[in-house]
């Protein structure tokens, strides 16, 4: 079973920019497509962004141009760079590696001034 860990969240002023890493174990990492999701309260879990294991990448509308998600395969890691945060963007922030199903248990983003 793999597990992922994610770090990085935090408070960040609106125009301002954090990254978000995932961490995940076990022995096999990129041959995964791995993807970020994100939650605000009480809505549903959103795909952000992801990228497959040849590194083709989606983003959601509303974050391309801001958000860029990249991998490390030797450090097993996944980043998301999120530039220009605005409030619309604070959500628990979760990632995914797509086809185990694996989940991070999230990390929270706040854009507050």
């Known amino acids: 079973q793999v597990q992922l860990v994610e770090s990085g969240g935090g408070l960040v002023q609106p125009g301002g920019s954090l990254r978000l890493s995932c961490a995940a174990s076990?022995?096999?990492?990129?041959?995964?497509?791995v993807a970020w999701y994100r939650q605000a309260p009480g809505k549903q879990r959103d795909m952000v962004a992801s990228?497959?294991?040849?590194?083709?990448?989606n983003y959601a509308a509303s974050v391309k141009g801001r958000f860029t998600i990249s991998r490390d395969n030797a450090k097993k890691t996944v980043y998301l760079q999120m530039t220009n945060l605005n409030p619309e963007d604070t959500a628990v922030y979760y990632c995914n590696l797509v086809e185990t199903g694996s989940w991070g248990q999230g990390t929270q983003v706040t854009v507050s001034s």
């Open positions: 990228m497959t294991s040849i590194g083709t990448t």
């Open positions: 076990g022995s096999i990492f990129s041959i995964y497509a």
